[in-house]
């Protein structure tokens, strides 16, 4: 069974820092490009970042750039975001979506989200 699940979110204050984790199952995850996306209340998905299937690329939402660092640890079938200097625009739920690289039509899951909170 396919599966991507979530974790590491939760209430933050502005400036504290969190890291999310999402746990891969059920596919070859190597073979995989990761990305983070989040939702705010009222506002369309976006892109966060993302992370080619070995690991050798990122890129990163402009909004995000030198504060979040996406790795992943293709043994451990997980992707992580390190998310450091927050603020609350960075208030969202959190998803990662897994992309089969080279595949048309594409070929994604995703998991259903784990929810980030920055307030004093």
């Known amino acids: 069974q396919v599966q991507l699940v979530e974790s590491g979110g939760g209430l933050v204050q502005p400036g504290g820092s969190l890291r999310l984790s999402c746990a891969a199952s059920?596919?070859?995850?190597?073979?995989?490009?990761v990305s983070w996306y989040r939702q705010a209340p009222g506002k369309e998905r976006e892109l966060v970042a993302g992370?080619?299937?070995?690991?050798?690329?990122?890129n990163y939402a402009d909004s995000v750039k030198g504060r979040f660092t996406i790795s992943r640890d293709n043994a451990e079938k997980t992707v992580y975001l390190q998310m450091n200097s927050l603020k609350p625009e960075d208030t969202a739920v959190y998803y990662c979506?897994?992309?089969?690289?080279?595949?048309?039509?594409?070929?994604?899951?995703w998991g259903k989200g784990t929810l980030v909170t920055v307030s004093s």
């Open positions: 059920g596919f070859s995850f190597s073979s995989y490009v």
């Open positions: 979506k897994a992309r089969l690289r080279g595949a048309i039509p594409y070929v994604d899951y």
């Open positions: 992370i080619t299937s070995f690991g050798g690329g990122t």
